[in-house]
């Protein structure tokens, strides 16, 4: 008989747990009300370790990296297996509009350079040459070359797909108690709400706004690649979509706030058309918020809390990216090993800290059922 495990979540980490738990061989069930109506909906779905790498965040590159490199296999998989088309650029550029943005960019450049990446810095020609849709005023570009984006709602309904075909079942309830699940295991991964399932878990909201648009004939054509800015101080990117562009991100602390509101799609509509001025021709045709679960120190939190129970959470603004190295680690701790790539996003790591005691307290605590 298999061993069984009770996912509490159907977010993309929730999905891609089950799915690869029962082709490990367990019985998995995934618990959620609304499968895939969480962060995993609303997200860009940006692959972007290095882009989003900075000088001292070593173990946040080094896990996201781990997980881009399981991308391709993962993705292609995916594909495969449910007919869904999940990748839809292969490379992103950070570009620069102002002499200090330019200067990061080389910083950013230097540190992965030491860390054995080489991303290449493009001139104003070059960048006119890649991406013709961008503003004059872009100064300068770094190109990760290998760093893709996925379509994010396909790879949930993919996931879902894939897991229904390996046998997973979905039972379409909330969970209130991880106690009263009948299953050997259970795997926390619930997003925000996992703090509630497991008290102590230092994951926080932080709520991001998103538009997605779409290309109308006659407009010139949105960028290839995706491509991420600063302006005045926002970060902004814009994704390619098969249809347009999905344009993100606002970042703000409000607890479960998920509404859009006014500002928010007026800086990203004006952050985005100084990025690429065409944009106010596109049709705007979706907005939405998502709330994405944070950490303390960036990285997701993965592993074992006690002899019966796995968490999977504190993905923040990489989840989407994470989503093959987080399976892959959560499957081996239901079979009592570790992945050492996930090393660094350990539960116990934050034992030493006074919010986080109680996420200890529960790892130590007895073992309840
Ligand atoms: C605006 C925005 C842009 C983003 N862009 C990117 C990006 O470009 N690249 C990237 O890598 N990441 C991105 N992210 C981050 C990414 O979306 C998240 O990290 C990821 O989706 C988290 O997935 P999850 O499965 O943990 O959570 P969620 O997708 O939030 O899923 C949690 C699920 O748990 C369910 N649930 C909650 N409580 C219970 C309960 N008690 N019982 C049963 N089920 C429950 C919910 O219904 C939900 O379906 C973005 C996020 C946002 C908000």
Redesign the pocket.
């Known amino acids: 008989m298999s061993r069984t495990v009770a996912v509490?979540?159907?977010?993309?980490?929730?999905l891609a747990v089950a799915w690869r738990a029962a082709r490990s061989g367990w019985a998995a069930t995934v618990?959620?009300?609304?499968?895939?109506?969480?962060?995993?909906w609303?997200?860009?779905?940006?692959?972007a370790p290095l882009s989003e790498g900075w000088p001292g965040e070593d173990d946040v590159l080094a896990v996201g990296a781990a997980s881009l490199d399981r991308w391709p296999e993962f993705g292609t998989e995916l594909e495969r297996a449910t007919g869904e088309t999940l990748f839809t650029s292969q490379s992103s550029m950070t570009v620069a509009l102002d002499a200090a943005d330019a200067s990061d960019l080389r910083t950013v450049a230097e540190w992965l350079d030491g860390r054995g990446y080489r991303l290449d810095l493009l001139t104003r020609a070059q960048i006119r040459e890649a991406e013709p849709s961008l503003a004059p005023t872009v100064r300068l570009a770094l190109l990760a070359a290998a760093e893709f984006a996925v379509d994010?709602r396909a790879l949930v309904r993919g996931l879902r797909s894939a897991g229904e075909a390996a046998g997973v079942r979905f039972v379409a309830?909330?969970?209130?108690d991880v106690e009263a699940l009948p299953a050997d295991q259970v795997v926390i991964?619930?997003?925000?709400?996992s703090t509630?399932?497991w008290p102590g878990l230092p994951v926080r909201p932080v709520k991001?706004?998103?538009l997605r648009l779409r290309h109308r004939p006659g407009v010139a054509p949105a960028p290839t690649r995706t491509i991420r800015a600063s302006v005045h101080g926002r970060p902004v990117y814009l994704?390619p979509r098969g249809d347009g562009l999905v344009v993100?991100?606002t970042q703000h602390e409000s607890g479960d706030d998920t509404a859009v509101t006014v500002a928010g799609v007026r800086d990203l509509i004006t952050d985005a058309q100084t990025l690429m001025p065409s944009i106010g021709e596109y049709e705007l045709y979706e907005t939405a918020a998502?709330?994405?679960?944070m950490s303390p120190d960036n990285l997701p939190i993965l592993g074992r809390v006690s002899e019966r129970v796995v968490v999977a959470?504190g993905?923040?603004?990489?989840?989407?990216?994470?989503t093959p190295l987080s399976a892959d680690a959560v499957v081996a701790a239901l079979s009592g090993t570790d992945l050492p790539e996930a090393a660094a996003s350990r539960p116990d790591r934050f034992r030493h800290t006074s919010a986080d005691a109680a996420v200890h307290a529960n790892a130590d605590a007895p073992v309840r059922k």
């Open positions: 509490v979540g159907g977010g993309v980490i929730g618990y959620d009300p609304r499968v895939g109506s969480g962060a995993s609303v997200a860009g779905g940006m692959l994010n309830e909330t969970v209130a991964a619930a997003g925000t709400a509630r399932l991001g706004e998103v994704v993100g991100a998502g709330l994405r679960p959470t993905h923040g603004r990489n989840g989407i990216l994470l």
